[in-house]
């Protein structure tokens, strides 16, 4: 896991270097002036118990000025942090619908569950391989620092980082599991949010009220889960801050009691408090890191499954051909096509049936849109297929059958008014296309395939919400557009444009 992460975190700093590199290299003089801060306080005490009036003024000025520095940089630090890890999750963003459009089969709803939820927490895993480096160079530097002002430092130091080891080690691996059952069981209770909110207009006209039992049941599954994960979370941060306060707050105590008698002075005291303090934080920084790594790297496995490019096992040819093909699904359906369907250039076919007879399956599998369990499947290359289901965004008319490519207008327009788009191009769809009627949308959805200008092209009861002389325009423009067509639909208006009928 850590290698994986490390070489996406590589990856992402050659592409983002503009503003990692930079991170990087500020977080280093923060390092330094950080160290410096601590000399120059401690000669600061020296120097003013010591009642030399000019050097304490010089060290102040001195102070003064480097924790300004020190301020600035630390500014550059956390703007140009943000700045690469926005990046890098709008990155992960892009590449999650890039394959999601490749391979549609999994659920919408899954998918935004784990975007919204881990999404972000994967970007922080992603960053902290080569941040680990640099934050185990500040400890060495800031040990190492603290050894030469103080060599009995390091080991008061030593029992505590190896607390703080222990603490990681026991409970690392419970808290990667709690974090792993928490995200499932949100992703659970996302998806039956979601289905409660769209499908509430249904539950309303049974005269429901009320959230529905199975989201209520998934909320209650989810607070258990997420119960467990903060219990063992805020346990190990608790766990691992005891001895960064305790250890330097102890230590100062004990040197003034000594001081007072005589064995130390108030500046000794402060200085060694300060040393002490300078090593604790790094340290507990980085245990907080490797803590805060767990919860991250269970968010990042369910997001690096959406990243995988799909392996296409769809055969394609110039000619869609299937000979006794049987698709099955998830839910174990399974669709078997008897015989021989071929379709080629020219062909006008009508895909005919009562409903669950496998139509759909069969139109989908023309267009490699479905895999073959067994039999031959050879999908159409350049198909497209349009069904009832098709998405249209809150944008105009034209935007939806554009698509944001660019095509020439021209073009675009020649395909609205082949698909017998009489309304405006500039008016908007809404969400879902619920401005329009289903009529309009399915004009909408076929005009966006025509513009694409396919080989093959397929529609899947597209044509329902046309009346019978609206929809024989558009079958007799369809067949003028396209080189091949098939339409499945429980009308009998395309049978006087077929040469095949299944």
Not at 273 to 284: A, K
Request: glycine share 8%.
């Amino acid at each position: 896991m850590f290698l994986k992460l490390l070489k996406y975190d590589v990856g992402y700093v050659k592409r983002y270097w503009v503003y990692a590199v930079p991170f990087y290299v500020t977080y280093v003089l923060l390092v330094v002036f950080q160290l410096l801060l601590n000399y120059l306080l401690m000669v600061l005490i020296d120097t003013t118990l010591a009642a030399d009036f000019h050097a304490a003024v010089f060290y102040t000025a001195a102070f003064l000025s480097t924790l300004g520095a020190a301020m600035v940089v630390n500014f550059f630090t956390e703007y140009l942090s943000d700045l690469y890890k926005k990046a890098v999750e709008l990155d992960l963003a892009l590449r999650v619908v890039e394959r999601r459009v490749e391979d549609p089969s999994r659920p919408s709803g899954e998918v935004l569950s784990r975007v919204t939820a881990d999404l972000e927490n994967a970007v922080y895993a992603i960053a902290t391989p080569l941040w680990l480096f640099f934050v185990v160079g500040r400890v060495a530097a800031v040990a190492l620092f603290a050894f030469w002002l103080q060599p009995l430092s390091l080991p008061l130091i030593l029992p505590f980082a190896a607390l703080y080891a222990v603490l990681m080690k026991r409970v690392g691996p419970r808290l990667l599991d709690a974090r792993s059952r928490e995200r499932e069981a949100y992703g659970g209770w996302f998806k039956r949010l979601k289905e409660a909110v769209e499908g509430a207009h249904s539950l309303h006209r049974l005269g429901l009220r009320g959230a529905p039992k199975l989201l209520t049941n998934a909320t209650a599954t989810y607070f258990t889960q997420f119960r467990r994960f903060t219990l063992y979370s805020r346990s190990a941060f608790f766990l691992m801050e005891i001895p960064a306060y305790v250890g330097p707050n102890l230590v100062f105590v004990v040197a003034l009691f000594l001081a007072l008698q005589g064995q130390g002075t108030v500046g000794g005291a402060v200085a060694l408090r300060n040393v002490l303090t300078g090593l604790f934080e790094p340290i507990g920084h980085l245990m907080s890191t490797v803590g805060s790594f767990y919860v991250m790297a269970s968010s990042f496995q369910r997001i690096e499954p959406l990243l995988r490019s799909a392996q296409p096992r769809v055969v394609r040819g110039a000619v869609a051909y299937l000979r006794d093909a049987v698709f099955s699904y998830d839910n174990g359906v399974v669709v078997e096509v008897v015989g021989e369907v071929a379709v080629e250039e020219g062909d006008f076919v009508w895909v005919r049936g009562p409903s669950g007879a496998g139509k759909s399956t069969l139109a989908k599998a023309l267009c490699g849109l479905v895999e073959p369990a067994g039999g031959v499947a050879v999908a159409a290359v350049d198909c497209v297929y349009v069904g009832n289901d098709d998405y249209l965004f809150d944008a105009t008319v034209y935007e939806n059958i554009d698509l944001w490519e660019g095509r020439p207008r021209g073009d675009v327009e020649w395909a609205a008014a082949a698909a017998g788009v009489d309304f405006p191009l500039d008016k908007r769809c809404g969400e879902g296309g619920r401005e329009l009627s289903e009529g309009q949308r399915q004009r909408v959805l076929i005009a966006r395939a025509l513009l694409r200008r396919p080989r093959l092209l397929v529609l899947d009861e597209a044509t329902s919400g046309l009346d019978k002389e609206l929809e024989a325009k558009v079958l007799q423009a369809v067949r003028q557009a396209a080189k091949a067509v098939v339409v499945v639909s429980h009308r009998d208006s395309p049978a006087q444009y077929s040469n095949k009928i299944i």
